[in-house]
């Protein structure tokens, strides 16, 4: 941890921040190891490229302090924070900050702490600093990230061994949850929507029950170690629905395509191209509603994002959703979803599972 | 949920806010009755005094449409928010707005969507407007929070009929966990501090296993139908540690003494002082590390603060805790927390258990 603080330090300088302020969260957890309790009460890690410490609320102190030796400038209730913050800035030699980077997930409250004491300094948000950073996965990373990968495969199993006509959605992702907490997983989210349920890419699992010929959309994932697992796979309920056959090798295809265009060096953007061009070839252009895909680490969603206009490059140790999906309004969604971890030859799929359509109930 | 909109507005007016944005969270939820789903996306419901429509991501319109029928200015991912954001500012003629409110637990780069476009407009947050409504709940509200109290109650006395010598933290907020899920209950926090770790106030609970003579505080609360519970008491295990029973004594006539002062017209410092005054006097002035309470409602911490500084005149239908406590390193904390609800005559407890400190083990 100390490594990728040092590491962050040179990253600030060679970018000309003068200083970077991080709110309890994936970041700062990534960065030192620990996460700090979060609330309204503002804490901040502040970092220049020769200096950290802390802007702590007293009651927090005692506990973090079991976690660093960094310097905390701590504030009380009565007082509030701003004369710490100021003495944090002085001590840090960053009052006069002329270039800061802001965790982009922090409360609006909490930066506007920072944006008000230096007004004159040019904003950005952490896309090129520790944003930066986290998007390359080394092999103690990636290791874990397959561990994960494994047991969301075998939650998605049970979910499908246990799949019948009649049951509700809920009662899936509860099958998903158990599956998920008998591997010491923390289940993380699982949509699971039935027939045109699924046709809402972020339906709200709820009281549907499966009927005959309905296809069913499972994206589900889970958390241990501090990382994260996502993967989305289709399965219908006997006979698959009219036109879905035909719709899941076009969504295939898609993925296939992404996947071929997935190499260090690549912008993300081609492999948002590639996908994009098979669904829009196929008729389907106007049901592709999202980006390809999302970065994936110790948090479900974080950069590169696969996107029509991103001009990331693709570098070895990148691990990102390839997603692309079709969804017809009453009728069904149809998404497939690989995460893949970029190595100097291709793309490495985490998951076992086939992406076939399975036959349950 | 029309009713609190149109409230909304009037209020916008009566303060001079020609702009109200609102993230996903517990204003929203509060506000509309529902609480579509926010990740890294910008969805912004913006209000002005004569209209209201939502910053939408493209994937997330579906499902929110089937709570709402407001305005919706949707975005793709591959475009971005801006272009969208602007058409949403122009119907709803704000595009040159002088004063805006934001939601203070906004996401920051979300924040920097509105305040980059209206560099020049005075911001506040929440505080004079949907904060202000939120502080005041009716009898309905009311009822809910009292049953939640009584689901707490039930959940700390399970905890002190399975506590015994031996056991860890981690194992008495299994039970407390237990004791609320077998109610209908969401667990939303668990702080169980045995010994010294109870000297921290945001102690993390661990494997520390309870010993004979240790003081054991428990802070939990729970959520059900959106509202949320409180309580913090006292146990111990055998007999008190030395100097345990006059420090119970002062903290719960500090207790008191904030109950006494906590009645309609009375500014919320008020309680801070009263409490503070016994603990000071008592000699234990510096062991007092936090405010004395906060609001409790949909969030576990919202507004009224009562802090030593806070000008918040109390009005009927408030709520809040009053939970001051002493902090010996090393030795034990102690803490006793009330919610109260303010009547016209006086505050109204919620919970049903003496502050007593409970002999188990």
Request: with cysteine; charged share 20%.
């Amino acid at each position: 941890m100390t490594d990728r603080l040092s590491r962050l330090q040179s990253k600030l300088s060679a970018e000309g921040v003068d200083l970077l302020a991080l709110a309890p969260g994936a970041h700062l957890a990534w960065l030192l190891g620990f996460n700090p309790h979060g609330d309204e009460r503002p804490l901040l890690f502040c970092v220049t490229p020769e200096s950290a410490g802390f802007l702590m609320p007293a009651l927090e102190a005692d506990s973090a302090r079991q976690h660093t030796d960094l310097p905390f400038h701590c504030w009380v209730d009565d007082a509030g924070p701003q004369a710490a913050f100021d003495a944090l800035l002085e001590d840090l030699g960053a009052g006069n900050a002329g270039s800061i980077a802001l965790d982009e997930t922090m409360r609006a409250d909490h930066a506007a702490l920072v944006q008000d004491r230096l007004m004159n300094a040019k904003r950005q948000f952490t896309e090129s600093t520790v944003g930066a950073m986290r998007m390359r996965k080394d092999e103690a990373e990636f290791a874990i990230l397959k561990h994960n990968a494994q047991t969301a495969d075998r939650a998605m199993q049970a979910a499908w061994g246990a799949m019948q006509v009649g049951m509700t959605e809920l009662e899936v992702a509860g099958i998903v949850k158990d599956a998920f907490r008998d591997q010491g997983v923390a289940p993380l989210f699982w949509i699971i929507g039935t027939g045109g349920n699924g046709a809402f890419p972020h339906h709200q699992t709820g009281e549907t029950r499966l009927k005959e010929g309905d296809a069913v959309i499972m994206d589900i994932g889970g958390g241990v170690d501090s990382y994260c697992s996502d993967i989305t796979r289709m399965a219908v309920l006997g006979a698959a629905p009219e036109g879905f056959d035909e719709v899941h090798a076009v969504v295939n295809a898609a993925v296939e395509a992404a996947l071929q265009a997935a190499r260090p060096g690549v912008k993300a953007h081609v492999l948002d191209d590639a996908a994009r061009a098979v669904i829009t070839e196929a008729g389907y252009g106007d049901y592709f509603v999202h980006r390809t895909g999302h970065g994936l680490g110790t948090t479900v969603h974080e950069p590169p994002y696969i996107t029509a206009s991103s001009q990331t490059v693709l570098e070895e140790g990148m691990v990102f959703s390839i997603e692309p999906g079709i969804y017809l309004p009453d009728r069904f969604g149809l998404r497939l979803e690989e995460i893949v971890y970029v190595r100097a030859d291709g793309p490495e799929i985490l998951s076992d599972l086939p992406r076939d359509v399975r036959v349950v109930g």
